[in-house]
């Protein structure tokens, strides 16, 4: 049998990238921390939910970060992890479960595997077009690119699984496609950019991923890590150490950063958002996203400019809520979660169809993880004392996740010594390993900065501006089902 040699160079390739990983499990920073008081795991379970329920908040609450930053999280969280093994209540061994996403940041959730090995997120209608990103359909230019049955064709499938973080991913993919056309066509000098011996396809991923580390480095920790701290654990990263209590042979994707520390977020995520032309809650009676449905195409464009400050107005961007123990009640009663859970111990359909308590419950029951006070000195910290809400549900040991939004509190609606130090060290640490990132190119600059600055907004701008520039966008579209039925 023949061997297609271009598909087989670029699996092969994929294959030693990922090979290059030394560990593909979650694994742990620290000792586990099993429940030993009370011995009755239903009321240990009621003490959770106690604090659980002390977290809801009715009302809005304004912190320092873009609205969008959220979800941008949320789309960097799905580059580089995919528990599907754990379930919630049920006890794990971290270093069991393996890690179903590659753990670097390397945009195989847009680029896949390149147009050879990943051909159904690209174009093959002809020359021309040919290693471009699909995007759009028929029905709707500004939705992701879909199958006849509506699923998108993306590289990770929970991208499509709220309109906001869709909404990120078909920003970059049409970031990697201007990137392209205007290497192709060397707009404003674009060719300089290449490295010797490049292709232009090859150059436009690889500038996307480095503009995209350039991202997540200046704009994205810094919206959400305490200056001081995020500035500590890249000092030392620099100097080839990692942060204090932190070890080279630990996981790349500690179950500390995955289940806890990481998962912030949850915390910063709105009651309700403005899309640009309406303004929309975060849950419908039907589970979508008041009318932007969820793993679906959408009917409903989201204006990115609400969400990241743009040049032209750097003000119009809504504001993500603050890191801090306060949770919008609409988390309390997620619509896409189908009941409780058997135990031991046994979670109610109420607890299981909250994320407060859902994340609680997996932090202390599912991993036993260690106490945000015993994390905290093992990374060398003076820990906090117990707050109101904890003491009051008569937990002595505060859990991680908890903890790290406590210390939201203490600085300013950032995560602050031990949530900052965990989320950047394990995101510092997998760009300072990737021989292929930012973080080994020196003196690299975006192309689209101004004075220096240059963040998700620009690239709003950029892709609004220069979208029109293509002049086969419609061919980038998805074909309708009945495309498919002709070629039968």
């Known amino acids: 049998m023949s061997e297609h040699h271009g598909m087989a160079k670029a699996l092969r390739e994929r294959q030693q990238a990922q090979a290059s990983i030394h560990d593909r499990t979650f694994g742990r920073l620290f000792e586990r921390n099993p429940i030993r008081l009370p011995t009755d795991l ?38 580089v992890t995919l528990d599907v093994q754990s ?85 970059m993919i049409r970031f990697h496609n201007v990137l392209l056309h205007r290497l192709r066509h060397d707009t404003d000098g674009m060719k300089a950019a290449k490295l010797k011996d490049e292709s232009d396809h090859v150059a436009a991923a690889r500038l996307l991923r480095w503009h995209y580390h350039w991202i997540i480095l200046h704009e994205y920790l810094p919206a959400f890590v305490d200056d001081e701290v995020l500035e500590r654990v890249v000092r030392r990263m620099e ?11 630990d996981a790349y994707i500690p179950a500390e950063f995955s289940v806890a520390a990481y998962r912030f977020g949850h915390g910063t995520v709105r009651s309700e958002y403005d899309i640009g032309t309406e303004t929309v809650k975060l849950f419908a ?49 997620l619509p896409f979660v189908g009941g409780g859970e058997d135990g031991p111990p046994a979670i109610s359909f109420e607890r299981a169809r909250s994320l407060a308590h859902r994340n609680l419950i997996r932090d202390r029951f599912g991993f036993e993880l260690a106490s945000g006070q015993q994390a905290a000195a093992e990374l060398g910290f003076t820990p906090l004392d117990r707050d109101e809400p904890t003491r009051r549900a008569g937990l002595d040991k505060i859990p991680l996740w908890y903890y790290c939004l406590q210390e939201g509190d203490h600085y300013g609606g950032k995560l602050g010594e031990t949530g900052g130090t965990i989320v950047a060290g394990v995101i510092c640490r997998l760009l300072r390993d990737d021989p292929r990132s930012l973080w080994h190119a020196d003196g690299f600059a975006p192309l689209f900065a ?23 966008g419609e061919v980038l579209r998805s074909p309708r089902s009945t495309d498919f039925a002709s070629l039968s």
């Open 285 to 333: 009676n039907d589970g979508s996203m008041d009318g932007l449905p969820a793993f679906g195409p959408k009917t409903r464009t989201v204006d990115l400019a609400k969400f990241f400050g743009t040049r032209a107005d750097p003000d119009r961007a809504q504001k993500a809520r603050p890191v801090g123990p306060r949770i919008a009640a609409e988390l309390y009663d």
């Open 239 to 249: 100097r080839g150490r990692l942060p204090k209590g932190m070890r080279p042979r």
């Open 87 to 171: 379930a919630l209540g049920k006890t794990a061994a971290a270093v069991d479960i393996e890690n179903q996403r590659t753990p670097t940041l390397d945009l195989d959730c847009v680029l896949g595997g390149g147009a050879e090995a990943s051909p159904l997120l690209y174009s093959h209608h002809s020359h021309e077009t040919a290693h471009y990103l699909l995007t759009g359909t028929h029905a709707n230019p500004d939705d992701l690119a879909r199958n006849p049955e509506g699923i998108a064709c993306i590289g990770d499938p929970r991208n499509d699984e709220n309109a906001f973080v869709a909404a990120v991913q078909n920003l």
């Open 450 to 472: 101004r004075h220096g600055a240059f963040g998700m907004g620009d690239v709003v701008d950029l892709v609004n501006e220069a979208w029109g520039e293509i002049p086969f």
């Open 42 to 79: 239903d009321r240990a379970l009621d003490l959770l939910s106690d604090l659980a329920d002390a977290m809801r908040d009715e009302a809005s609450a304004t912190g320092p970060a873009d609205a969008g930053q959220t979800f941008f999280g949320q789309f960097v969280d799905h580059d």
